[in-house]
């Protein structure tokens, strides 16, 4: 079991940056890849961005490549999502996600349902 915590959400202006930050607790965090999607309202829940446990792998949906970056620092078992030259149409709670890999430290999933552990969500707001 881990449990998964994100901050740093909040409004910002249209062209603007935020970071968010996912904490885990519980298990080992390098044994796990790691994802952000996010969910607008009225709309279902979709893929943001992947890390793979070593942080080799990194993956970004087409809508955010060039302008959200994402990290992991597995001393404070932590994920990062730095997100820059934001649109209103990244407007949405942002949640993070656990997946443990245990054979392939290279491989983050895309796919919502490959996730077994997930946080509470972070709001991200940007307005125009």
């Known amino acids: 079991q881990v449990q998964l915590v994100e901050s740093g959400g909040g409004l910002v202006q249209a062209g603007g940056s935020l970071r968010l930050s996912c904490a885990a607790s519980g298990r080992t965090f390098n044994n796990y890849a790691m994802g952000w999607f996010r969910q607008a309202p009225g709309k279902e829940r979709e893929f943001v961005s992947a890390i793979s446990r070593s942080a080799g792998s990194r993956y970004y949906a087409d809508s955010v490549k060039g302008r959200f970056t994402i990290s992991r620092d597995n001393a404070k078992n932590t994920v990062y999502l730095q997100m820059d030259s934001l649109k209103p149409e990244d407007t949405g709670v942002y949640y993070c996600?656990?997946?443990?890999?245990?054979?392939?430290?290279?491989?983050?999933?895309?796919?919502?349902?490959?996730?077994?552990?997930w946080g509470q969500g972070t709001q991200v707001t940007v307005s125009s």
């Open positions: 996600a656990a997946d443990p890999q245990y054979y392939n430290e290279h491989y983050a999933p895309r796919v919502l349902n490959e996730y077994d552990y």
